[in-house]
């Protein structure tokens, strides 16, 4: 296992389970309005101004880290940095948007079944969110989501 395997199995994930997410959060919120499902996911960082489809989840590594388990196993950790930009005319609906982006994405993050088996103890930090930008699109917004997820190397 590497950081890169890290970074293609979380991409699966969210494929997988965030537009489902995004459509739970929107019923328990109680709003009609629908969140879009993302348009594009990144491997590796993106310079946002050359996006051009939105909303855009990009998982990128941010640091990794080694340490022995109790057990005499060295086990390595990758912190994986997920950001979502999106667009939208107006200001409300786009932080509705990047909200439940940062929600949903804690959660899909969080639940270690979604995880291939060799990807263990995901500990999710908290997420923060941009100011708004104007850009040619539109307004934009970003949050970013952090991972620590371990996996043993030896």
Request: net charge negative; aromatic share 12%; proline share 5%.
């Amino acid at each position: 296992m590497n950081v890169e395997y890290a970074i293609d199995s979380a991409i699966d994930m969210l494929q997988t389970y965030l537009p489902n997410m995004l459509i739970t959060m929107q019923g328990e919120s109680n709003s009609s309005f629908v969140t879009p499902a993302p348009q594009e996911y990144k491997f590796g960082d993106r310079d946002p101004l050359v996006l051009t489809v939105f909303p855009t989840v990009i998982v990128k590594a941010n640091y990794s880290y080694s340490k022995d388990d109790q057990y005499g196993f060295q086990e390595r950790s990758a912190v994986l940095d997920l950001i979502t930009w999106a667009v939208n005319e107006d200001e409300e609906k786009l932080h509705r948007i990047i909200v439940r982006y940062g929600d949903c994405i804690q959660r899909v993050l969080r639940k270690e079944g979604y995880w291939p088996p060799n990807l263990h103890s995901p500990v999710v930090g908290n997420v923060q969110y941009s100011d708004l930008y104007t850009t040619d699109f539109g307004l934009a917004e970003g949050c970013l989501n952090k991972v620590d997820i371990k996996y043993i190397i030896s």
